[in-house]
C-alpha cells in the first residue's frame, strides 16, 4: 500500500525541519515543506498530499474564521493545525461552530499519528459517503437538484437531460425561472420564497421548458439549507400521468354527454301515426291515458275543446238533423 503524503506548512524551518523527521518516522511520506500557505497552494497540484499539517501562528488571531474558511477553499484533502499551547483555548472555541483538527505543541510521536490518522480517516470516511451520493445521484430517475438562493442551479443529476433535452451547462447557465412555463412562473416563484423562509415545497407542481419547445410537468418536494443558502429538491416527472388523467376527464365529459343525449331519448315517446296510441318499453301499445297513468300521478277529467265540438260534435248534431224526417 502506498504510503499517506504529507505536506509541512512552516515559517518556522528549523521547527518544519523537526516535524519532517516525525512524519517519516512513522512511515509517512513527506511531500513537500513549505514556509507560507500561498506557497502550499501553489504546490499542492503538483505534490498531491494526502494531508497538510500547518503552523497555526501563520494564521493572525484577528482573523481566524477568514483563514480557516480559505484553508478549506484551498483543499479539499484534511488540514491540521499545529498550535501553541497558549492558543489551544481559542481555537477550541471556534472548533465548537467550525470543524478544525488541530494538535497542541509540543506533541509526541504518537499524539502525532492518532491525529494523522484521524483526520485521514474521517476524510476517507467522507470520500465514501460523497462516492455513494455520486453514485446515487448520477443513477436517479428522479431529477434531482441544488438550486442556490440566487436562483441559479448549483448541481443537476444526468436526469435533467434526460427529461428537457438541455444540457448541464445550458440548464446552469440561465436563471431557472427561464425554464418555467410563462402561467406557472408566478406561484413558482411564491412558493420558491416560502422554501427559502424556511418552509418546504410538498407535491408542488409546474411545467419546464424542454429544448423541442414543448413542456412537461414537474412535481416537486424541496427543503432549504440555510447555512449554505441553497435549497435541495427533488421533482419526478408526470407529464405522462397529467396526460392520463386529463384523457380520464375527456371520457369522463364524453360519457356524461352520452348519458344526458340517451336521457334526452328516452323523453321521446313513440305514439301511432294513426290510433295515437303509446308504444311502452316492453314493446307493448297503450292508449294515451292509460300510459300516462302507469307512469304519473295524473288523473284525467274529460271534456270537449272549441274545435272538437265544432268539427265533431256540431257536425254530428247538423248530420242527425238531416236524417230526420221533417
Not at 36 to 52: C, F, N, R, Y
Not at 74 to 98: F, K, N, S, Y
Not at 198 to 227: T, V
Request: glycine share 4%; hydrophobic share 40%.
Amino acid at each position: 500500500m502506498t504510503n499517506r503524503r504529507i505536506m509541512i506548512v512552516s515559517g518556522d524551518l528549523t521547527a518544519a525541519r523537526e516535524v519532517e523527521r516525525q512524519v517519516i518516522a512513522l512511515g509517512y511520506d513527506v511531500a513537500a515543506v513549505v514556509t507560507s500557505t500561498s506557497e502550499a497552494a501553489a504546490s499542492t497540484a503538483g505534490t498531491a498530499p494526502d494531508l497538510v499539517l500547518i503552523n497555526a501562528p501563520l494564521i493572525g488571531a484577528a482573523n481566524d474564521m477568514a483563514a480557516l474558511t480559505e484553508l478549506k477553499q484551498h483543499w479539499p484533502i484534511p488540514v491540521l493545525l499545529m498550535v501553541p499551547e497558549a492558543d489551544a483555548e481559542r481555537l477550541g472555541r471556534l472548533a465548537l461552530t467550525t470543524p478544525i483538527n488541530y494538535i497542541v505543541q509540543p506533541f509526541n510521536a504518537r499524539e502525532l499519528r492518532v491525529n494523522i490518522e484521524l483526520a485521514l480517516c474521517v476524510q476517507d470516511a467522507a470520500g465514501v459517503v460523497r462516492e455513494t451520493e455520486d453514485r446515487f445521484f448520477a443513477t436517479s430517475i428522479d431529477l434531482l437538484c441544488f438550486l442556490d438562493y440566487s436562483g441559479y442551479f448549483k448541481r443537476l443529476n444526468p436526469a435533467w437531460e434526460r427529461a428537457l433535452g438541455f444540457t448541464l451547462s445550458e440548464l446552469m447557465s440561465r436563471p431557472f425561472i427561464n425554464f418555467v412555463h410563462p402561467d406557472d412562473r408566478e406561484r413558482t416563484l411564491a412558493q420558491n420564497a416560502r422554501v427559502r423562509g424556511g418552509g418546504q415545497a410538498l407535491a408542488f407542481e409546474n411545467r419546464y421548458l424542454c429544448k423541442d419547445g414543448s413542456y412537461r410537468w414537474f412535481r416537486w418536494n424541496a427543503a432549504p439549507d440555510q447555512s449554505d443558502q441553497v435549497i435541495y429538491s427533488m421533482a419526478r416527472d408526470v407529464t405522462a400521468e397529467k396526460q392520463a388523467h386529463e384523457e380520464r376527464e375527456q371520457l369522463v365529459r364524453e360519457l356524461q354527454s352520452a348519458l344526458a343525449e340517451v336521457s334526452t331519448l328516452r323523453k321521446i315517446l313513440p305514439i301511432c301515426s294513426y290510433c295515437r296510441k303509446i308504444r311502452d318499453d316492453e314493446n307493448y301499445w297503450h292508449n294515451v291515458e292509460d300510459y300516462i297513468k302507469r307512469h304519473t300521478d295524473s288523473q284525467f277529467s274529460h271534456g270537449i275543446c272549441p274545435n272538437c265540438l265544432e268539427t265533431h260534435v256540431e257536425s254530428d248534431f247538423e248530420q242527425l238533423d238531416r236524417k230526420l224526417p221533417p
